[in-house]
């Protein structure tokens, strides 16, 4: 059985502060996917993260996939209320119809 | 489009009765998913579907059933609802020729007393 290991698990800063979340496996994944769930919604997908070392951004939201391909973080700078929710990881192993995805991070970002 | 739709939002059960949860996506994806989603928890898969007529079981398939008749629907069934089936339950789908990046429905609460 694949795991992948979030952390930390839950996560409590101020506006402006800068975070990482780390998603942790022993399995190699060929792609490897973020999501963010926010309250009462379904998660919904940021980014995919593909080739060992990748480092994608998405404004504030900078995305890098390990060079082993079994790990990722998500680092958000100056972090704003709006980053709020649950973060996910998901990996994808080869070709395969499904994901697994992680324990999840929950973010709350207070003024 | 409308993306994924899920029916009912919010469904409250008594032990030992049942219900089918409806999922529909407009999407052409030719696979669908069943997730769990417990109370602070991350997901579980229940069962998936990689096209109509072929469905497979997930993680956590005990008490559920589903059928994929066509390439729009994945209903879920549950039979004899325990307390233990109170849950958020998602559905997604995906295009088979993409990494598999999920669309999710808005999810439908149970409660199951």
């Known amino acids: 059985t694949q795991l992948l290991e979030q952390s930390p698990q839950f996560l409590s800063i101020q506006e402006g502060e800068n975070l990482t979340v780390y998603c942790n496996s022993s399995?190699?994944?060929?792609?490897l996917q973020w999501y963010r769930q926010e309250p009462g919604e379904g998660p919904v997908l940021l980014v995919t993260?593909?080739?060992?070392?990748e480092v994608k951004k998405l404004k504030r939201l900078t995305f890098q996939f390990g060079d082993a391909r079994k790990d990722s973080s998500l680092h958000i700078t100056a972090a704003q209320p709006g980053d709020t929710g649950l973060y996910l990881c998901?990996?994808?192993?080869?070709?395969?119809?499904?994901?697994?995805f992680g324990t999840g991070t929950r973010l709350q970002v207070t003024l | 489009n409308a993306g994924v739709t899920q029916t009912p939002k919010f469904r409250i059960l008594k032990i030992g009765q049942s219900m089918t949860l409806q999922c529909t996506q407009d999407?052409?994806?030719?696979?669908m998913y069943w997730y769990r989603q417990d109370p602070g928890m991350g997901l579980k898969l229940i069962y998936y579907?990689?096209?109509?007529?072929?469905?497979d079981k997930g993680e956590v398939p005990n008490g559920y059933n589903v059928s994929r008749s066509t390439t729009e629907d994945f209903p879920l069934r549950l039979e004899l609802a325990a307390p233990s089936q109170t849950s958020v339950y998602f559905c997604?789908?995906?295009?088979?020729?993409?990494?598999?990046?999920?669309?999710f429905g808005p999810g439908t609460r149970l409660t199951v007393l």
């Open positions: 997604a789908s995906s295009y088979p020729h993409s990494y598999n990046e999920q669309f």
């Open positions: 399995s190699v994944f060929s792609s």
């Open positions: 993260v593909v080739t060992g070392g």
């Open positions: 998901a990996g994808r192993t080869g070709t395969a119809s499904k994901l697994t």
């Open positions: 999407m052409n994806h030719n696979y």
């Open positions: 579907s990689v096209g109509a007529g072929i469905t």
